[in-house]
Nanobody
Framework: QLQLVESGGGLVQPGGSLRLSCAAS????????IGWFRQAPGKEREGVSC????????YYADSKKGRFTISRDNAKNTVYLQMNSLKPEDTAVYYC????????????????WGQGTQVTVSS
């Protein structure tokens, strides 16, 4: 059974930073594209970032580019999302998900999902 577990969320002040982790078990993560998504109360789930399983190419939503960085550590079977200069509008539950093919903005193409980690940006 494929399993992903997110961690690293919490409460942070505007302008602060958090590093989210997505740890995989039951499969070798480096064979999958890994995406980060988020969902705020009353809003639709949206893509945040994705890292390719092939050449390590990274993708970011326009509003996140320059503030967020996705990375992969195959030795630890973990993908990270470094979030800097956080804003109140970044508040959401953040999920990681695995895609056996390639990065895509469509959440339906991802097969396995973690339970999510809450990120709250507030003064």
């Amino acid at each position: 059974q494929l399993q992903l577990v997110e961690s690293g969320g919490g409460l942070v002040q505007p302008g602060g930073s958090l590093r989210l982790s997505c740890a995989a078990s039951g499969f070798t993560l480096d064979y999958y594209a890994i995406g980060w998504f988020r969902q705020a109360p009353g809003k639709e789930r949206e893509g945040v970032s994705c890292i390719s399983s092939t050449d390590g190419s990274t993708y970011y939503a326009d509003s996140k580019k320059g503030r967020f960085t996705i990375s992969r550590d195959n030795a630890k079977n973990t993908v990270y999302l470094q979030m800097n200069s956080l804003k109140p509008e970044d508040t959401a539950v953040y999920y990681c998900a695995a895609n056996p093919y390639r990065c895509t903005e469509y959440a339906s193409r991802f097969d396995s999902w973690g339970q999510g980690t809450q990120v709250t940006v507030s003064s």
